[in-house]
């Protein structure tokens, strides 16, 4: 079992910024990718950001620049600080990781979603 606890989301002005985190636990081996998704109100989950346990990052067009993600693999922790935020930000955002886990069988696990909500 691997569980992905996320927390950060709330209400914040155009303009502002938050910081999410997303922290997995469980029978965990290793975990190769990890990342965000969001899904907004009568639209599909699209990607945020994924961070690979190399370091290599991938960003959608829509948050380059404005979005920062990194990892602590120690913690098995993987972060996303979102600046210069915009009303079309607003979603829900999923953290999402690649897991091995120590059965050695891979998972693609997710949490539950936290809401971030961008007032103009």
């Known amino acids: 079992q691997v569980r992905l606890v996320e927390s950060g989301g709330g209400l914040v002005q155009a303009g502002g910024s938050l910081r999410l985190s997303c922290a997995a636990s469980?029978?965990?081996?290793?975990?190769?990718?990890m990342g965000w998704y969001r899904q907004a109100p009568g639209k599909e989950r699209e990607l945020v950001a994924t961070?690979?346990?190399?370091?290599?990052?991938n960003y959608a067009d829509s948050v380059k620049g404005r979005f920062t993600i990194s990892r602590d693999n120690a913690k098995n922790t993987v972060y996303l600080q979102m600046n210069s935020l915009k009303p079309e930000d607003t979603a829900v955002y999923y953290c999402?990781?690649?897991?091995?886990?120590?059965?050695?069988?891979?998972?693609?696990?997710w949490g539950q979603g936290t809401l971030v909500t961008v007032s103009s």
């Open positions: 961070a690979t346990s190399g370091g290599s990052t």
């Open positions: 469980g029978s965990i081996s290793s975990i190769n990718r």
């Open positions: 999402n990781a690649y897991v091995l886990t120590t059965a050695s069988s891979a998972l693609d696990a």
